[in-house]
């Protein structure tokens, strides 16, 4: 699996953004099989998780910090993973990573460890 994510840039607090993770797979029934998640990682810290869904029935996770915020959907026609982040703060600046792997279990789907597939990256910063 190889994953491509985008969407990031310069916004303002308060402001929106949305990330796209493109995953290239064997064919296009194996991209449900997979959970799909988005991680972050700040200068100088741990790279932390954010958001997951899960594969069988598309049910989300979030971490703490972004609960209501943001919202996870995926399009298993397009092999596609968004993250809608909105009403964003200059503490979500980061690196925004997706990520991808089967048969995680739910208490593990934080863990950056739990995942095999990683994205290169895409920057997020909130500055005014």
């Known amino acids: 699996v190889q994953l491509q994510a985008f969407g990031g840039g310069l916004v303002h607090p308060g402001d929106s953004l949305r990330l796209s993770c493109v995953a290239s797979?064997?064919?296009?029934?194996?991209?449900?099989?997979?959970?799909m998640s988005w991680f972050r990682q700040a200068p100088g810290k741990e790279r932390e998780f954010v958001s997951a869904?899960?594969?069988?029935?598309?049910?989300?996770f979030y971490a703490d910090s972004v609960k209501g915020r943001f919202t996870i959907s995926r399009d298993n026609a397009k092999n596609t993973v968004i993250l809608q982040m909105n009403s964003l703060k200059p503490e979500d600046t980061a690196v925004y990573y997706c990520?991808?792997?089967?048969?995680?279990?739910?208490?593990?789907?934080?863990?950056?460890?739990?995942?095999?597939?990683w994205g290169q990256g895409t920057q997020v910063t909130v500055s005014s």
């Open positions: 990520a991808a792997d089967r048969q995680i279990i739910n208490g593990a789907i934080g863990r950056p460890g739990s995942y095999d597939y």
């Open positions: 797979v064997d064919s296009d029934r194996s991209f449900r099989s997979y959970v």
């Open positions: 869904i899960k594969s069988t029935d598309s049910r989300p």
